[in-house]
C-alpha cells in the first residue's frame, strides 16, 4: 500500500507469504579489516512484493519499492532513526544562498556516479525538479478533463510548484532552485531521483542534453491557457510508468544504481538479491558483500524463517493473532524490537460514484467498527487499545489530545446503524473496497467491515487484489473506498498537503476542499513550529468535516533478527531497518 519516501509519505502494502528458494544464512566469503570482517551476506523477510524502481511516482510509492530505492541510491542527505537530517558531503551539497527570495544550490561532487559510469549531474537534478516541481502541469483541478498532468510524483509538488527554472551551473554539476516564497520544508524539499540519461533515451531523445533543452523550452504549465506537449509527455509517461517491474528488466539501464547495493536478481513475487556496489564511494561503506530479500507476508512464516536460519532479520506487520509469535521468539538468541511507527491505517472514500453525496458517505462512516477492528488486529499490543482519532497528529505528539477534543471524531466513536438508515433512506448502494487481499490485518478490516455496513443497506462488493498489484490500481481508481496505510518521514510538514491538497500526488480520492486548501498553502510557508500545530489541527477539522474517511489505528512495528548479525537499529520511519543499512555486518 501506498507510503511516503522522503517524499514525505509512504505508503504501507502487505505481500503473501512465499518462499524463497536457495536461500540459506550461509554467508559469502569475508575479508579482514583490522580486526573486524568486511564482507558476507544477510537474508531479510519483508511484508510486501517489489513491484518498481521508481518509488517517487504515484503508484510505484509503496514500502518497499521505496526501501529497495534508498540502498540503490544516493542523494544528499538521509534521515536518522531520529528523523533528523543528516548530509551526506561526500555525495554533494547543498546550500542556501539567500533567504529573500529563498535560493538554495546543490551540487554533485566530481566522480559520484550511476552504476553505468555515467556523472550523475545538471540533468539528474533537473529531471528530479521537473518531476516533482509540477511545473509544466497545466490542469485546472475545478475543471474536468482539461489539461495535462506530466508527472505523476506522490510527493506534494506545493514547495517545488512555486520555484522558477532553475539555473544551471557552468560544472554541468549544479542547479540553484528560486522560490517563489518562504518553504518551511526546503531542506528535505528536493533530492536526485532517476538517471536522466536513461529516460531521455527510452523517450526517443538523443541524449540527457536533448532532455535538459526539451525542459529549458517548454513553458510553465498555465492552466488558462493549457497547451499540448507530445514531446515532454513521451518524457513524462516513461518517468511515470517505465520503471514498473516485478522482475528484472532485459535492459540493465532500467535498475542502474548510485547507492551502496545493485540489484542482482529477482524471482516475482517471491525474492530478490542485492550486491555490494563495488565503485561506491560517496556514502558510508557498507559492511554487507551481498543482501537477499523474501517476500514473507504472513507473520508465521517469517517467524519460521528467522527460527529456521532462513532469514536474518525479519519485519512482520504484527496482529492481535500472531503476537504470541514473536513474544516466543525472545530467549531465542533473538533481539525483538517493538515500536509505534510515525503511521497510521484508514480508510479514505473516493469523492465520486455514490460517495459524491456526502449524505451516503457519513452514512458509510457511521457503520465502520473502528474499535472491532483496533481489537482484532492490535489487541492488547496498543497501550490504550482504542481507535486513532485525527488524521493528522498521532498519539502522543503534543496537539494529539486538543484536536481529537474538537475535530468531529466524536460523530464516529461509535457504530451507528440506525443513523445510517436515516442517511441512506432506505437506499441500498453498492461500495468495492479496495485493499491489499494478502495483508492479513487488512483483509480481517474488511471482513469486519462489510459485514457491518451490509446491516445499514449497503452492499459491499471485494475490491481487493495481490500485494504486487493493489497499490497501482489505487491511483487507477474503479473503487469507492480504499484501506491503506501511511508512513511518515516526521520530517517537515509536506506529509499532510501530499495527500489531502486538491490534485496532489497521493490524493487518490479526489478529495477538494478550497477552505482546507488555503490552511495547507499557509502551512507551506510557516515554520514556527506552534503555528503549524494550529494550522494542522485546522486541517484536520476541515476532513472531519467533509466525511473523508476513518483514521483506524497507528500501525506498531516488530523487528527480529538473530545474533548472527549487527548493527541493526529500527527507526519508526518508512524505511525501518533499513535506513542504516551500511552498518549491518556479521557478528
Request: net charge negative.
Given at each position: 500500500m501506498p507510503v511516503r519516501r522522503l517524499m514525505q509519505l509512504l505508503i504501507a502494502s502487505l505481500a503473501a507469504a512465499l518462499v524463497l528458494s536457495g536461500c540459506s544464512g550461509a554467508s559469502a566469503p569475508s575479508v579482514v579489516v583490522g580486526e573486524a570482517k568486511r564482507g558476507g551476506s544477510v537474508t531479510v523477510a519483508e511484508v510486501n512484493a517489489f513491484s518498481s524502481f521508481n518509488p517517487y511516482s504515484a503508484n510505484g510509492n509503496t514500502d518497499i519499492n521505496s526501501k529497495i530505492g534508498a540502498i540503490t541510491h544516493s542523494g544528499f542527505f538521509y534521515l536518522d532513526a531520529s528523523s533528523r537530517v543528516v548530509r551526506n558531503d561526500k555525495f554533494g551539497h547543498f546550500e542556501k544562498v539567500s533567504d529573500q527570495p529563498l535560493k538554495v544550490k546543490y551540487t554533485v561532487n566530481d566522480g559520484v556516479k550511476w552504476s553505468d559510469g555515467a556523472q550523475i549531474g545538471a540533468a539528474d537534478l533537473l529531471l528530479s525538479w521537473a518531476a516533482g516541481s509540477g511545473y509544466f502541469d497545466d490542469v485546472d483541478p475545478a475543471a474536468a478533463g482539461k489539461g495535462t498532468k506530466y508527472f505523476s510524483v506522490a510527493s506534494d509538488t506545493t514547495g517545488l510548484a512555486g520555484t522558477l527554472f532553475p539555473e544551471i551551473g557552468s560544472d554541468g554539476r549544479s542547479i540553484t532552485i528560486e522560490y517563489a516564497a518562504p518553504y518551511a520544508d526546503w531542506e528535505v524539499a528536493f533530492d536526485v531521483g532517476l538517471p536522466a540519461h536513461v529516460v531521455a533515451a527510452k523517450s526517443g531523445l538523443n541524449d540527457e542534453q536533448d532532455l535538459v533543452k526539451l525542459l529549458k523550452d517548454t513553458p510553465r504549465g498555465n492552466p488558462d491557457k493549457p497547451a499540448p506537449h507530445p514531446a515532454l509527455k513521451k518524457v513524462s509517461d516513461f518517468w511515470n510508468t517505465g520503471f514498473n517491474t516485478k522482475s528484472v528488466p532485459d535492459d540493465p539501464a532500467l535498475y542502474l544504481s548510485s547507492g551502496p547495493y545493485i540489484?542482482?536478481?529477482?524471482?516475482?513475487?517471491?525474492?530478490?538479491?542485492?550486491?555490494?556496489?563495488?565503485?561506491?564511494?560517496?556514502?558510508?561503506?557498507?559492511?554487507?558483500?551481498?543482501?537477499?530479500?523474501?517476500?514473507?507476508?504472513?507473520?508465521?512464516?517469517?517467524?519460521?524463517?528467522?527460527?529456521?536460519?532462513q532469514a536474518d532479520i525479519i519485519s512482520p506487520q504484527p496482529s492481535a493473532a500472531t503476537d504470541n509469535l514473536l513474544t516466543g521468539l525472545s530467549g531465542q538468541g533473538i533481539t525483538v524490537e517493538r515500536y509505534k511507527q510515525s503511521g497510521y491505517d484508514h480508510l479514505d472514500l473516493s469523492f465520486s460514484g455514490p460517495f459524491a453525496d456526502k449524505d451516503v458517505r457519513e452514512a458509510f462512516l457511521k457503520t465502520v467498527p473502528r474499535q472491532?477492528?483496533?481489537?482484532?488486529?492490535?489487541?492488547?499490543?496498543?497501550?490504550?487499545?482504542?481507535?486513532?482519532?485525527?488524521?493528522?497528529?498521532?498519539?502522543?505528539?503534543?496537539?494529539?489530545?486538543?484536536?481529537?477534543?474538537?475535530?468531529?471524531?466524536?460523530?464516529?466513536?461509535?457504530?451507528?446503524?440506525?443513523?445510517?438508515?436515516?442517511?441512506?433512506?432506505?437506499?441500498?448502494?453498492s461500495i468495492r473496497i479496495l485493499y491489499n487481499r494478502d495483508n492479513p490485518n487488512r483483509a480481517k478490516a474488511f471482513a469486519l467491515i462489510r459485514d457491518s455496513a451490509g446491516l445499514a443497506g449497503f452492499r459491499v462488493i471485494d475490491g481487493g487484489q495481490g500485494s504486487a498489484d493493489w497499490a497501482a490500481a489505487l491511483s487507477r481508481g474503479g473503487y469507492d473506498a480504499a484501506l491503506s496505510g501511511w508512513i511518515g518521514s516526521e520530517a517537515g510538514v509536506s506529509r499532510v498537503p501530499q495527500i489531502f491538497r486538491t490534485g496532489a500526488g497521493s490524493n487518490f480520492t479526489g478529495y477538494s476542499d478550497g477552505d482546507a486548501d488555503k490552511v495547507m498553502e499557509q502551512l507551506a510557508v510557516t515554520t514556527d513550529l506552534g503555528k503549524q500545530d494550529e494550522l494542522l489541527a485546522e486541517i484536520d477539522?476541515?476532513?472531519?468535516?467533509?466525511?473523508?474517511?476513518?483514521p483506524l489505528y497507528q500501525t506498531l512495528g516488530t523487528t527480529a533478527f538473530s545474533s548472527r548479525v549487527t548493527g541493526v537499529k529500527t527507526s519508526p520511519g518508512p524505511l525501518g531497518v533499513w535506513w542504516n543499512v551500511w552498518e549491518w555486518r556479521l557478528s
Open positions: 540489484v542482482r536478481d529477482i524471482v516475482p513475487e517471491v525474492s530478490m538479491k542485492l550486491v555490494r556496489n563495488r565503485d561506491y564511494v560517496w556514502g558510508a561503506e557498507p559492511w554487507l558483500d551481498e543482501i537477499n530479500v523474501r517476500f514473507t507476508g504472513a507473520v508465521p512464516a517469517a517467524v519460521d524463517a528467522l527460527r529456521n536460519g472491532a477492528i483496533v481489537d482484532a488486529v492490535v489487541g492488547t499490543q496498543g497501550p490504550d487499545n482504542a481507535p486513532l482519532d485525527s488524521q493528522v497528529f498521532l498519539p502522543g505528539q503534543p496537539k494529539y489530545d486538543d484536536t481529537v477534543k474538537n475535530n468531529g471524531s466524536s460523530d464516529y466513536a461509535k457504530v451507528d446503524i440506525d443513523g445510517a438508515k436515516k442517511l441512506l433512506k432506505d437506499a441500498t448502494p477539522k476541515h476532513i472531519w468535516e467533509d466525511a473523508y474517511g476513518l
